[in-house]
């Protein structure tokens, strides 16, 4: 195990009463202060992952330990330790946003002489200062989500946990949320674990991914590194329709993979695309071709889940509703007495 | 510990005052019960006004002047039941709203949260028991209303028993209460049950009627009935006890005893429902 990592697994198992086996074996390693990405379908054991490794559940078999502390062996330090952000608003209405935070910080051990400085500047990092002494229940979605993360760094926690932090956000709140999450990594130095099922949230934010699908990790990686898996970038040269045959001179430029002719079109694979788009530009020039255009694809991680698991990844029970993600106390294992 | 537990209970303060309705209802409830069924009950008028059937009256009354007075220290158990009726609610939203799983992924102890509940919880059942007595009393020296008349001088052991005996009694009815609160995941089951129960604690109690005429199988249940305990401390207390088999102190003890069963009971509950799973 590595010293400086923020989060560590080693076979991770959970089988809930009655068999179902939500998470099957997932090992992973979070090096502090990046940003982790838990990409999957719903019902891949993202939810279970997160509660396993913020002591709400306990593992079936294998160890976990965060920021070095044992989950099983150590649950209230690790507690400490940690700060989450749930899928749904866990806020008091009743009470205003600055009494949820001074709420939290309390639980935390922490006086009020300590947390009002704290909870002064989180609520000028979110932009909640004008709204802080009103009660959340009239807050907006994007505020309540904002609130949330201010209340899960009250006690200046080492790892932020956030499980689907943005579902139910439209394109604008969910762009703002990821701007206030990238300013509190720079800003608090925190390690950020986040799960979702977004796949331009992980393309965006995270430094590492791991993309889990029915309990088991199926790739981690870099986001450049999981592409380059499925063949990396595709550049598209437009081509005057009589122009001469130049796929050998292609080929031949540095850094190029498989080159194909389609009409007027030359597809020239590459792991990346920066450097080689003007070598290629150059290299027709030289043939005499004229270059009419020119375009880089880049693969998405669609066609990464698509490649490691042979199924379209929305096929695969996409939905936005949150009554298919049981929550540790509802539902799950015991039907609502 | 400290600031834990303060933090939960400033909480708690802040959604009860935030909710006027619940506050003037809450309150509101035991002046009307002393007000309608206090002054309606009035039992003596059924008697003929003469010294011996009064006598008589008084002693199916367990020793009080008057029907209001036995009725009134009555009302102190009626009143404990129906305001812990409520106890339980705050956990099933608190599970509902995730604000729970919240506090439990959060270093504080369990036995803080169960704590925070009980204590809040149990001062809203004392409360409206006080504004009952206080208000009993004060009718006594309204001319025209019937009121709670002490007839004994309760000395410090005796004024200690019946304080005693009026949070224990909260204690107990507000574990009782929240325990069901920890085990149900819905407010409609919750209700189920503590309407079942409601009524028949009540009814098996001596608190509104004297219990000299029942069956002797429901007399028995009665006796061990907490309600029955905590009144039979305080009317022997405020009306002598002559009619008592025991001193009051005996009572008291057999109530002790139900809010320890009833406490460790809820707290059993509140772990089972707080602990990982």
Same mark, same amino acid.
């Given at each position: 195990?590595?010293?400086?990592?923020?989060?560590?697994?080693?076979?991770?198992?959970?089988?809930?009463?009655?068999?179902? !086996?939500?998470?099957?074996?997932? *090992?992973?390693?979070?090096?502090?202060?990046?940003?982790?990405?838990?990409?999957?379908?719903?019902?891949?054991?993202?939810?279970?992952?997160?509660?396993?490794?913020?002591?709400?559940?306990?593992?079936?078999?294998?160890?976990?330990?965060?920021?070095?502390?044992?989950?099983?062996?150590?649950?209230?330090?690790?507690?400490?330790?940690?700060?989450?952000?749930?899928?749904? *608003?866990?806020? @008091?209405?009743?009470?205003?946003?600055?009494?949820?935070?001074?709420?939290?910080?309390?639980?935390?051990?922490?006086?009020?002489?300590?947390?009002?400085?704290?909870?002064?500047?989180? /609520?000028?990092?979110?932009?909640?200062?004008?709204?802080?002494?009103?009660?959340?229940?009239?807050?907006?979605?994007?505020?309540?989500?904002?609130?949330?993360?201010?209340?899960?760094?009250?006690?200046?926690?080492?790892?932020?946990?956030?499980?689907?932090?943005?579902?139910?956000?439209?394109?604008?709140?969910?762009?703002?949320?990821?701007?206030?999450?990238?300013? /509190?990594?720079?800003?608090?130095?925190?390690?950020?674990?986040?799960?979702?099922?977004?796949?331009?949230?992980?393309?965006? /934010?995270?430094?590492?991914?791991?993309?889990?699908?029915?309990?088991?990790?199926?790739?981690?990686?870099?986001?450049?590194?999981?592409?380059?898996?499925?063949?990396?970038?595709?550049? !598209?040269?437009?081509?005057?329709?009589?122009?001469? @045959?130049?796929?050998?001179?292609?080929?031949?430029?540095?850094?190029?993979?498989?080159?194909?002719?389609?009409?007027?079109?030359?597809?020239?694979?590459?792991?990346?695309?920066?450097?080689?788009?003007?070598?290629?530009?150059?290299?027709?020039?030289?043939?005499?071709?004229?270059?009419?255009?020119?375009?880089?694809?880049?693969?998405?991680?669609?066609?990464?889940?698509?490649?490691?698991?042979?199924?379209?990844?929305?096929?695969?029970?996409?939905? @936005?509703?949150?009554?298919?993600?049981?929550?540790?106390?509802?539902?799950?294992?015991?039907?609502?007495? | 510990?400290?600031? =834990?537990?303060?933090?939960?209970?400033?909480?708690?303060?802040? +959604?009860?005052? +935030?909710?006027?309705?619940?506050? #003037?209802?809450?309150?509101?409830?035991?002046?009307?019960?002393?007000? %309608?069924?206090?002054?309606?009950?009035?039992?003596?008028?059924?008697?003929?006004?003469?010294?011996?059937? &009064?006598?008589?009256?008084?002693?199916?009354?367990?020793?009080?002047?008057?029907?209001?007075?036995?009725?009134?220290?009555?009302?102190?158990?009626?009143?404990?039941?129906?305001?812990?009726?409520?106890?339980?609610?705050?956990? #099933?939203?608190?599970?509902?709203?995730?604000?729970?799983?919240?506090?439990?992924?959060?270093?504080?102890?369990?036995?803080?949260?169960?704590?925070?509940?009980?204590?809040?919880?149990?001062?809203?059942?004392?409360?409206?028991?006080?504004?009952?007595?206080?208000?009993?009393?004060?009718?006594? &020296? #309204?001319?025209?209303?019937?009121?709670?008349?002490?007839?004994?001088?309760?000395?410090?052991?005796?004024?200690?028993?019946?304080?005693?005996? #009026?949070?224990?009694?909260?204690?107990?009815?507000?574990?009782?209460?929240?325990?069901?609160?920890?085990?149900?995941?819905?407010?409609?089951?919750?209700?189920?049950?503590?309407?079942?129960?409601?009524?028949?604690?009540?009814?098996?109690?001596?608190?509104?009627?004297?219990?000299?005429?029942?069956?002797?199988?429901? &007399?028995?249940?009665?006796?061990?009935?907490?309600?029955?305990?905590?009144?039979?401390?305080?009317?022997?207390?405020?009306?002598?006890?002559?009619?008592? =088999?025991?001193?009051?102190?005996?009572?008291?003890?057999?109530?002790?005893?139900?809010?320890?069963?009833?406490?460790?009971?809820?707290? %059993?509950?509140?772990? +089972?429902?707080? +602990?990982?799973?």
């Amino acid at each position: 195990m590595n010293s400086s990592d923020a989060i560590q697994t080693e076979n991770l198992v959970k089988t809930f009463p009655g068999g179902v !086996e939500a998470v099957r074996d997932v *090992s992973l390693s979070v090096r502090e202060g990046e940003i982790y990405g838990f990409l999957g379908p719903n019902g891949a054991g993202k939810t279970t992952t997160v509660s396993m490794l913020t002591t709400l559940l306990r593992p079936t078999r294998g160890r976990a330990s965060v920021a070095g502390l044992d989950v099983v062996e150590h649950p209230r330090e690790v507690r400490q330790e940690i700060g989450l952000v749930f899928q749904d *608003s866990t806020a @008091d209405g009743e009470l205003t946003g600055r009494e949820n935070m001074e709420l939290s910080g309390g639980l935390f051990g922490m006086t009020p002489a300590e947390c009002r400085p704290r909870i002064a500047e989180l /609520l000028k990092r979110m932009d909640l200062v004008d709204a802080a002494d009103r009660r959340v229940k009239g807050y907006s979605g994007g505020m309540k989500r904002r609130l949330e993360l201010a209340v899960a760094m009250v006690h200046t926690p080492k790892i932020l946990f956030l499980d689907e932090p943005t579902i139910g956000l439209d394109p604008q709140g969910r762009a703002g949320f990821w701007r206030y999450i990238q300013q /509190l990594r720079q800003e608090q130095r925190v390690t950020i674990f986040m799960t979702t099922h977004y796949l331009d949230e992980v393309e965006n /934010l995270c430094d590492r991914i791991a993309i889990i699908d029915h309990g088991q990790i199926i790739a981690t990686g870099t986001n450049d590194s999981l592409k380059e898996r499925v063949g990396g970038d595709v550049v !598209e040269l437009r081509v005057p329709a009589n122009a001469a @045959d130049i796929s050998a001179t292609l080929t031949s430029v540095p850094g190029v993979g498989e080159v194909s002719r389609d009409g007027t079109l030359y597809h020239v694979r590459c792991p990346r695309a920066e450097g080689v788009v003007s070598l290629l530009v150059r290299a027709c020039d030289a043939s005499g071709v004229a270059v009419e255009g020119v375009s880089v694809e880049r693969p998405s991680l669609d066609r990464v889940f698509l490649a490691l698991t042979g199924k379209a990844y929305r096929e695969e029970g996409y939905d @936005d509703g949150r009554a298919s993600q049981a929550s540790v106390f509802r539902g799950r294992g015991r039907g609502g007495r | 510990m400290f600031l =834990p537990l303060r933090s939960l209970l400033k909480r708690e303060y802040l +959604r009860w005052v +935030r909710a006027p309705t619940w506050i #003037i209802a809450g309150l509101l409830t035991p002046i009307l019960y002393l007000l %309608l069924f206090g002054q309606a009950f009035n039992l003596g008028k059924l008697v003929p006004p003469d010294p011996r059937a &009064q006598a008589g009256l008084s002693a199916a009354l367990l020793g009080a002047p008057n029907y209001f007075s036995y009725f009134a220290v009555g009302m102190v158990g009626m009143v404990a039941v129906t305001s812990a009726l409520f106890a339980g609610t705050g956990v #099933i939203f608190d599970k509902q709203l995730g604000i729970l799983q919240r506090t439990i992924a959060t270093p504080v102890r369990r036995s803080t949260i169960f704590a925070s509940s009980l204590i809040f919880r149990g001062l809203l059942v004392v409360l409206p028991i006080f504004i009952v007595l206080g208000l009993a009393l004060a009718f006594a &020296q #309204i001319p025209g209303l019937a009121g709670l008349t002490v007839t004994q001088n309760l000395g410090a052991v005796g004024l200690i028993e019946v304080l005693v005996a #009026i949070f224990v009694l909260a204690i107990a009815f507000t574990s009782l209460f929240l325990a069901f609160g920890f085990l149900f995941a819905r407010v409609e089951s919750y209700f189920a049950v503590v309407n079942l129960l409601n009524l028949p604690i009540l009814f098996t109690s001596n608190a509104l009627y004297p219990y000299g005429t029942s069956p002797t199988w429901l &007399q028995n249940i009665t006796a061990y009935n907490p309600i029955s305990l905590a009144v039979n401390v305080m009317r022997e207390n405020f009306f002598g006890g002559a009619y008592y =088999p025991h001193p009051a102190y005996v009572y008291l003890g057999g109530l002790v005893l139900w809010a320890a069963a009833l406490g460790v009971m809820a707290l %059993l509950l509140a772990s +089972r429902a707080l +602990r990982t799973k």
